[in-house]
């Protein structure tokens, strides 16, 4: 199967749900292949490494967007800050005072989504519920006029328990309608909720992402 077959693919199976789009996840993956998903139609790429992420931006036309959906390190925002469409892993009220702080530099407005930590299984990142809801209610995110919250992230366990699976994704997706009917401010604008890759999307579109993030299933293993 080509790039272009496994989009055509997953065109037809994000077709029943209008609401969600495909971010190709191409990580490790040399800017020729995401050139091809390119000429095939697809837009939307995730990498979760800041200098991979730039060299690939500059590598491809420039109505391609880049979500970066690894764990971003403060000193490293300043070198997406002027292109990023969407920043999936913000797991700290400090890397949103820097991504407002170079947003500002770069005269924009930087879209990003609060990760939140829904897997039965200890990682590294992520925030929980109460966490977020900190962010959210607090004085530092209403001052910051470069940053807007479009939504949330999260990854279900590893697992191949998929009733399990569905579990973590609806209780994300709870805890985000939630949210959707209690905050809405010029720095809060929830209407994405990024959850699914290539083992586990099907059940993601299901429980009501926005955002599924495949990777292996577009581009082949890694
Ligand atoms: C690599 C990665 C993906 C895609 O994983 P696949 O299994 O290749 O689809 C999705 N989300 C995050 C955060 C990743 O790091």
Same mark, same amino acid.
């Given at each position: 199967?080509?790039?272009?077959?496994?989009?055509?693919?997953?065109?037809?199976?994000?077709?029943?749900?209008?609401?969600?789009?495909?971010?190709?996840?191409?990580?490790? *993956?040399? %800017? !020729?292949?995401? =050139?091809? +998903?390119?000429?095939?139609?697809?837009?939307?790429?995730?990498? $979760?490494? #800041?200098?991979?992420?730039?060299? *690939?931006? %500059? !590598?491809?036309? =420039?109505? +391609?967007?880049?979500?970066?959906?690894?764990?971003?390190?403060? $000193?490293? #925002?300043?070198?997406?800050?002027?292109?990023?469409?969407?920043?999936?892993?913000?797991?700290?009220?400090?890397?949103?005072?820097?991504?407002?702080?170079?947003?500002?530099?770069?005269?924009?407005?930087?879209?990003?989504?609060?990760?939140?930590?829904i897997a039965q299984?200890?990682?590294?990142?992520?925030?929980?519920?109460?966490?977020?809801?900190?962010?959210?209610?607090?004085?530092?995110?209403?001052?910051?006029?470069?940053?807007?919250?479009?939504?949330?992230?999260g990854m279900a366990t590893?697992?191949?328990?998929?009733?399990q699976v569905r579990r973590e994704f609806a209780s994300l997706?709870?805890?985000?309608?939630?949210?959707?009917?209690?905050?809405?401010?010029?720095?809060?604008?929830?209407?994405?909720?990024?959850m699914?890759?290539?083992?586990?999307?099907?059940?993601?579109?299901?429980?009501?992402?926005?955002?599924?993030?495949?990777?292996?299933?577009?581009?082949?293993?890694?």
């Amino acid at each position: 199967m080509s790039i272009a077959d496994n989009l055509y693919y997953f065109r037809q199976k994000l077709a029943p749900f209008p609401g969600a789009r495909l971010l190709a996840v191409s990580k490790t *993956k040399p %800017a !020729a292949m995401l =050139a091809e +998903a390119y000429e095939a139609g697809q837009r939307l790429f995730g990498e $979760n490494h #800041v200098q991979e992420m730039v060299a *690939k931006q %500059a !590598a491809l036309p =420039a109505d +391609a967007e880049w979500h970066l959906i690894g764990h971003l390190q403060t $000193n490293k #925002v300043r070198y997406i800050a002027p292109f990023v469409s969407l920043i999936h892993s913000v797991d700290s009220l400090k890397l949103l005072q820097e991504i407002n702080k170079q947003g500002a530099k770069a005269g924009r407005v930087i879209n990003c989504l609060l990760q939140i930590y829904i897997a039965q299984e200890e990682t590294k990142f992520g925030l929980s519920e109460e966490e977020a809801l900190a962010i959210l209610q607090g004085p530092e995110l209403a001052a910051m006029e470069h940053v807007c919250i479009t939504g949330f992230m999260g990854m279900a366990t590893n697992t191949g328990d998929m009733a399990q699976v569905r579990r973590e994704f609806a209780s994300l997706k709870r805890f985000f309608d939630q949210c959707v009917a209690q905050f809405s401010s010029p720095r809060i604008k929830l209407r994405e909720l990024s959850m699914g890759m290539s083992s586990d999307y099907e059940i993601a579109l299901e429980e009501g992402a926005t955002l599924v993030r495949v990777g292996s299933a577009v581009f082949g293993g890694r």
